[in-house]
C-alpha cells in the first residue's frame, strides 16, 4: 500500500474518530503501523467485518460509504461559489470557477489529503487539475471522469467547507 493510499485511510478514520468518538484517534502519516492497525481493527468490528487489521476491498467500501454519510450528516456547506446545475467543468475550461476550484482543491490537499492538490491557480482545468479532481473522485467514491459536475462540485465544496472552518478558527 502506498503511502497516499495509507494517508487516505488515516486521514477517514481519525475523521470518523473525531466525529464519533469510537475508534483510536490516530496520526496521519502515510505509515500503516500498528496504531494504523488497530484502528482499522477496532473499525472492522464495529462494521461486524473479519477482524484482520488490513483495509480489504469490504473495508475500504464501508470506511469510504461511512466517512461520506459522517460528512454529510453534518450541517449542508455554505455555497462558495453557485456552479449552475447543468455546469460541468472539464479540460480547457477556463474562468473564475475552475480558479476557485483549484483553491479549494489545493486548501484541501494542504490540510487533509495530502495527495490532492498541488494545482495551478491559474483558472485553466489543464491536466493536473483534472487529475487532482479525479483523484478526489476515487477517494470519494465517485465516478473517476476528471471532470467537474455538480456532484463533484458539491463533495469538494463541503469538505473545504468544513476543513476551511476548522483551520480557520
Known amino acids: 500500500m502506498s503511502a497516499s493510499e495509507t494517508r487516505e485511510i488515516q486521514e477517514k478514520l481519525r475523521a470518523l474518530s473525531l466525529s464519533e468518538g469510537r475508534l ?3 496520526a496521519v502519516d502515510g505509515v500503516y503501523g500498528p ?4 484502528a482499522v481493527s477496532a473499525f472492522q468490528q464495529e462494521e461486524g467485518l473479519s477482524v484482520t487489521g488490513n483495509v480489504d476491498s469490504e473495508t475500504w467500501k464501508r470506511l469510504n460509504d461511512r466517512y461520506l454519510a459522517t460528512l454529510y450528516a453534518q ?9 449552475a446545475c447543468n455546469l460541468r467543468l472539464r479540460m480547457g475550461e477556463t474562468g473564475d470557477d475552475v480558479y476557485l476550484l483549484q483553491t479549494m482543491l489545493n486548501f484541501i490537499g494542504e490540510n ?3 495527495n490532492i492538490g498541488g494545482v495551478d491557480k491559474n483558472g485553466i482545468y489543464d491536466q493536473k487539475t483534472a487529475a487532482a479532481v479525479r483523484e478526489y473522485q476515487r477517494a470519494a467514491g465517485l465516478g ?3 471532470d467537474t459536475d455538480k456532484q463533484t462540485w458539491d463533495a469538494i465544496a463541503a ?3 468544513k ?7
Open 163 to 169: 476543513y476551511f472552518e476548522q483551520v480557520c478558527k
Open 35 to 38: 496504531l494504523t492497525s488497530l
Open 112 to 114: 487533509r489529503f495530502y
Open 144 to 146: 473517476m471522469t476528471g
Open 75 to 83: 450541517k449542508p456547506p455554505e455555497r462558495v461559489a453557485a456552479l
Open 159 to 161: 469538505l473545504y467547507n
Open 24 to 26: 483510536p484517534e490516530i
